[in-house]
């Protein structure tokens, strides 16, 4: 063979290979952030925002603002569907059914909030309110309040739990001592389409001593005195594979994930 033919094919060889490496190496290139579906960017967006903050509980009013926006501009440009609509469809169900994470706390209104000592106790106007069911506002930041019972979920996300075929809604919470099950049966609102409106029924703590303490008698009692066994609602805004984002009766703003690690505590 001349050194000519040999030249050649060495040539050729290290052209194949690179063509090979070429090949392998795209086989595994994932598209950046900026080629994905400009939802998925904003969802993106949105996890790292509330990443790190303790369910909202160590943030500024500032980001609050940001985060919000971006929660608005998800809640506009995509609304989620009825609640009517998501039980017809067998798709929608799917999405909004089973365990959620709540990832993010925070006020629905961050430029009316004051720094009154009183000001989670003032009246705030809400349309289309339910009847015997209170709006007063909750400055809810890394703190759920569920029936009345307030939860501090700032170190570790709680579950929210659907469970379509039985018309219920759950939150269980993790605590040093145990986990607290709470909620019950909801039914659809007349007055806003993507609201359910819930009657707490169930309150457990489980404690890790193996006792077991059910306490849904409490809210027996508060139905009594109140007329009404309704105490709260949620909305449903925001309705992906991967996120949901509500809102509740008492002014706040909640992010939910269907996987845990999407979102650093």
Known sequence: MSSYSTIHTVAFCLASLAVLQTATAFSSFQLPKLFEPIQKQQEIALLEAISSTQNGKNVTPLKQKNV???VTGLETKYPSPSLADILKNDATRNKLDGTWFLQYTSPSI???LTIDANANDAEWKIENAEENITTK???AKGSVSAGGIEVDVSKDPPKQIFELANSSVFNEVK???GSVRVGGPFRLSEK???????SFKELKINTKFGLTLDLGFLFTIRAIFSGSDE????ETTYLSDGIRIGRGNKGSM????RDKSDVNP
């Open 110 to 112: 961050i430029e009316d």
């Open 192 to 198: 806003k389409g993507n609201r359910a409106v819930v």
């Open 231 to 234: 105490s709260g609602w949620l």
């Open 175 to 177: 605590l040093d001592y």
């Open 254 to 257: 909640f992010v939910l994930t």
């Open 68 to 70: 919000l926006a971006m």
């Open 137 to 139: 506002r909750y400055n």
